[in-house]
């Protein structure tokens, strides 16, 4: 059973929008930061969006103003709302979590399967 499970993602046309939604299980004692990485074929996996436990939120400047990342500390879910979206964003987007597990033992960063979402051109 996947312990960091993401939503499906999709097609959309340029201009639209798309919510992808990734959730943490299993033991968990706390999460620190959570956010979205993206990669598109032939290219390195790239930071999107990052939300530490607190609220604060850090974008790339690729997407600033078009997504925003939310969470629901209560639940361990992270949410990425993406808006305006362009056929640039086309690529598999990945939920990563930092997440301590046990008590004492250091934070583990665990990775969703990816769902890919692709905006035509």
């Known amino acids: 059973q996947l312990q960091v499970v993401e939503s499906v993602g999709g097609l959309v046309q340029p201009g639209g929008s798309l919510r992808l939604s990734c959730a943490a299980s299993?033991?968990?004692?706390?999460?620190?930061?959570m956010g979205w990485y993206r990669q598109a074929p032939g290219k390195q996996r790239e930071l999107v969006a990052v939300?530490?436990?607190?609220?604060?939120?850090n974008y790339a400047d690729s997407v600033k103003g078009r997504f925003t990342i939310s969470r629901d500390n209560a639940k361990n879910t992270v949410t990425l709302q993406m808006n305006s979206l362009k056929p640039e964003d086309t690529a598999v987007y990945y939920c990563?979590?930092?997440?301590?597990?046990?008590?004492?033992?250091?934070?583990?960063?665990?990775w969703g399967q990816g769902t890919q979402v692709t905006v035509s051109s």
């Open positions: 990563n979590a930092d997440i301590k597990r046990i008590k004492y033992v250091r934070n583990e960063g665990d």
């Open positions: 299993g033991r968990i004692f706390s999460i620190n930061d």
């Open positions: 939300i530490t436990s607190g609220g604060s939120t």
